[in-house]
Structures are given as structure tokens and as C-alpha cells.
T-cell receptor, first 114, second 114 residues
Framework: NAGVTQTPKFQVLKTGQSMTLQCAQD?????MSWYRQDPGMGLRLIHY???????DQGEVPNGYNVSRSTTEDFPLRLLSAAPSQTSVYFC?????????????FGPGTRLTVL | AQTVTQSQPEMSVQEAETVTLSCTYD???????LFWYKQPPSRQMILVIR??????QNATENRFSVNFQKAAKSFSLKISDSQLGDAAMYFC???????????FGQGTTLQVKP
């Protein structure tokens, strides 16, 4: 049971390049989310999904796309990278059961846009 | 809009002493959860404690306990018998019961002095 995995761990992009951050979970969780963490700040929600085929925007969705074709995977796409997207990105998943709602986080991807 | 506020950017405590971290939140939802996460320098998000809003009893986990004041929308974390390993950034977060998405506070950096 690997939990939530993210690839890559580190990435450097040039302005205007596109890329996909991968996220996978093997816990059969219905809910998955993407957050970004800027220096000295808390995590901010980018996009989230409550199940395969269903996604919605969070606090800071501009410049990012997501899709959820399977329960396990929730990739985050940067369409045209900008320096303002330099951040640490966290993927999380959770399943609501027995009234609890704990999210499990991946180890994060540190992205630098030059 | 949902907001979570941590008014203490930095706190320090002497080893073996007790410290309380403050958090206030604002939400119109009736079904929600509250969390404290710990983030050490490794950046891994570690769940410290959670509280279901419908429960009046304050949650406790070993040396960690919360003071949940629902009417005041306050959710503070008390760490007893502080240890050097407790030094980290602590985030308060409010979770939606319907989607699992989290809104985070700005974080409090806790220093533990030997």
C-alpha cells in the first residue's frame, strides 16, 4: 500500500512550457485534491474531484487543468508555465467513512519556472 | 467564503512545557471538520488531530488536544510536554463534509527550546 504518490519530485520549466504533474493513490479513495504551497504560506486548493469524471475548481484554478478518468489517478496540467506558478504542489486523497474525513497527502512536487 | 486564520506566525516553547496555537475559522456550512497538520522541514503533511464539528467533546491524541469553541468558531491546539521533535510548521484547516476539500490557515512556526 503506497498511499499517495506524486511524480516528479522536482521539476524546472521555462516560461511557456507545459507539463503534467502526476498523482496516484491506491486506497480506493473517492476524493482527490491538488494544492499549492508558496513560501511562508498555507496550502491553497487548486482543483478537486469527488469521483471519476467529476472535477471542480478550488481557490486558485487559473492556469491549471485537471481530469479524473479513473479513481486512482488525478493529473494536474500546467498549460503554459509562468514564474508565478513556482511553488510546491501537493496531491491529497480521502474517503469519507464513519463520519471522518482525513486527507492523506503525497510527498509534494517542487516546481520552479524560470 | 470560507476562511481560516492563524494569528501567530511564530511561537516558541521550552522543552517539557505547554504551548497553545490559535486558530479561528469562518464557514456557513453545517457539516464540516477541523484539522491540525504538522509540516516538518521534510514538507510532509502529517495529521496531528481532527475534530468533527457535530461533536461537542474536544478531541485528544496523546500530548495533543484541542479547545473547540463552535459558537466562537475557534479551534486551538494545545501541545503538552513539548518535545524537540514537535518543532515544525503547524497548519489549521477546515474541511467540507460534502467534498473533503480543505481550507488552510497561514501556518504557525513552532520552535522548541532545549
Amino acid at each position: 500500500n503506497a498511499g499517495v504518490t506524486q511524480t516528479p519530485k522536482f521539476q524546472v520549466l521555462k516560461t511557456g512550457q507545459s507539463m503534467t504533474l502526476q498523482c496516484a493513490q491506491d486506497m480506493n479513495h473517492e476524493y482527490m485534491s491538488w494544492y499549492r504551497q508558496d513560501p511562508g504560506m498555507g496550502l491553497r486548493l487548486i482543483h478537486y474531484s469527488v469521483g471519476a469524471g467529476i472535477t471542480d475548481q478550488g481557490e486558485v484554478p487559473n492556469g491549471y487543468n485537471v481530469s479524473r478518468s479513473t479513481t486512482e489517478d488525478f493529473p494536474l496540467r500546467l498549460l503554459s508555465a509562468a514564474p508565478s506558478q513556482t511553488s510546491v504542489y501537493f496531491c491529497a486523497s480521502n474517503r469519507r467513512e464513519s463520519g471522518t474525513d482525513t486527507q492523506y497527502f503525497g510527498p509534494g512536487t517542487r516546481l520552479t519556472v524560470l | 467564503a470560507q476562511t481560516v486564520t492563524q494569528s501567530q506566525p511564530e511561537m516558541s516553547v521550552q522543552e517539557a512545557e505547554t504551548v497553545t496555537l490559535s486558530c479561528t475559522y469562518d464557514t456557513s456550512e453545517s457539516d464540516y471538520y477541523l484539522f491540525w497538520y504538522k509540516q516538518p522541514p521534510s514538507r510532509q503533511m502529517i495529521l496531528v488531530i481532527r475534530q468533527e464539528a457535530y461533536k461537542q467533546q474536544n478531541a485528544t491524541e496523546n500530548r495533543f488536544s484541542v479547545n473547540f469553541q463552535k459558537a466562537a468558531k475557534s479551534f486551538s491546539l494545545k501541545i503538552s510536554d513539548s518535545q524537540l521533535g514537535d518543532a515544525a510548521m503547524y497548519f489549521c484547516a477546515q474541511g467540507s463534509g460534502n467534498t473533503g476539500k480543505l481550507i488552510f490557515g497561514q501556518g504557525t512556526t513552532l520552535q522548541v527550546k532545549p
